[in-house]
């Protein structure tokens, strides 16, 4: 007697780069009507032996299939059921997505034709200054010198807008405190000054206030070692205020001072100290990399601190020099020193309106031609 033969009830695996495409690639293959079982997110390795791929695999039975007895129908029309529901909101929420993705790019190209008419406009977005910095500018372009589209009238006219302190190293005496939160980089910054200074054949005295660990103390005292000037470390504010009258043997003095967020900076004394020294020069140190919190925290300091300069450091931390258009325009002081990363490193400079703008706008020579060449064709 021949036996009946019992119904498929094997199951299939479908894959696709999303559920979407997985589904559809389903039902292609097993129908309209083909019974989504289960999906699961599996890795895959790639045929060259360098990495892998993330699909989704769907688990379908063909229509008609029995995967459970027959009061399942009714479950599996509902499984059924809820799995087009799925994907018509998968569907919905790519669509979504793309439609996002179309938007922004279509806003990306309108915040550049906003700014199209500014000579410099392209290529400070493009090198990271914020639209809303570049709009600005733009406005105070067209307000002072009536607009045009030349490029080096623009340029020379950003180049006024940046506050410097319009010396060189030469000009650089007297007493300097550093000061700025963690990982702003002073001890790089002071270390990279007084190297410069000493190559100058100049008199320097490095003072390092409430220096946290031995190992601070120990770079201080090898640098100032191989470089052939003074070095001492100061533990309190009496300290400070006792060694004011021996500042006077040397060109330049330069205090490191630990984090601002440190508890040795919290002392009263300190400030009293301070307060009646109007010949110690105050820099507060911001890296580059600073978000706008930071940022108004810093100048928050500037103000408790009384502070005179503004040093940009860790210019090594990001490619996007036109963040510095977005600092320059927001910052309260005048900006005195720029260091590019840490001792021994690139070193420090005076800071210089034509240095300033040639990082930012000659980083991508490609984009200087670009901007010259519109020049060009515009006259």
């Known amino acids: 007697m021949r036996s009946k033969r019992r119904p498929e009830t094997s199951m299939h695996k479908v894959t696709g780069p999303t559920l979407r495409e997985a589904l559809h690639n389903a039902r292609r293959e097993y129908g309209e009507q083909a019974c989504i079982v289960d999906t699961r997110t599996v890795t ?3 045929g060259t032996g360098l990495g892998s791929t993330r699909l989704i695999e769907v688990s379908v039975t063909r229509p008609g299939a029995v995967a459970a007895a027959a009061p399942a129908e009714t479950r599996e029309e509902t499984r059924s059921d809820y799995t087009r529901a799925i994907a018509a909101e998968v569907e919905r929420i790519e669509d979504l997505i793309d439609a996002l993705r179309a938007g922004q ?4 190209g309108t915040d550049k034709a906003s700014v199209g008419a500014y000579p410099l406009g392209r290529q400070l977005l493009a090198a990271g200054a914020s639209l809303p910095a570049v709009r600005h500018l733009q406005r105070l372009y067209r307000a002072e010198t009536g607009g045009g589209d030349s490029y080096e009238s623009a340029r020379e006219h950003l180049a ?3 506050r410097t302190s319009n010396g060189g190293w030469r000009d650089l005496a007297g007493c300097h405190l550093f000061l ?5 980089g002073k001890t790089d910054l002071v270390l990279a000054v007084a190297a410069r200074l000493k190559k100058m054949k100049r008199r320097i005295l490095v003072l390092m206030y409430a220096p946290r660990h031995g190992g601070e103390i120990r770079r201080l005292q090898e640098e100032a070692s191989a470089r052939g000037y003074d070095a001492a470390i100061l533990r309190d504010a009496e300290q400070l205020s006792g060694g004011l009258e021996y500042f006077a043997q040397y060109d330049a003095i330069l205090i490191d001072t630990p984090s601002l967020c440190a508890g040795a900076l919290a002392d009263e004394e300190l400030h009293r100290v301070l307060a009646g020294q109007e010949e110690v020069h105050r820099h507060l140190l911001l890296p580059l990399d600073a978000d706008l919190a930071e940022r108004e925290r810093a100048w928050a300091e500037a103000r408790t601190w009384n502070c005179d300069w503004l040093a940009l450091t860790r210019l090594d931390l990001t490619a996007r020099a036109g963040k510095l258009i977005d600092i320059l325009l ?5 900006l005195s020193l720029v260091n590019g990363g840490a001792w021994p490193g690139p070193g420090a400079e005076i800071a210089a309106p034509a240095r300033l703008l040639a ?3 000659d980083a991508d020579p490609a984009g200087a031609a670009v ?5 060009a064709t515009a006259s």
């Open 44 to 46: 895959r390795r790639d």
């Open 359 to 361: 990082r930012i706008l």
């Open 330 to 334: 927001a910052a309260p002081l005048p």
């Open 160 to 162: 006024g807008l940046i």
């Open 105 to 108: 790019n279509g806003r990306a």
């Open 371 to 375: 901007a010259a060449t519109g020049e």
């Open 180 to 184: 700025g939160g963690p990982g702003a």
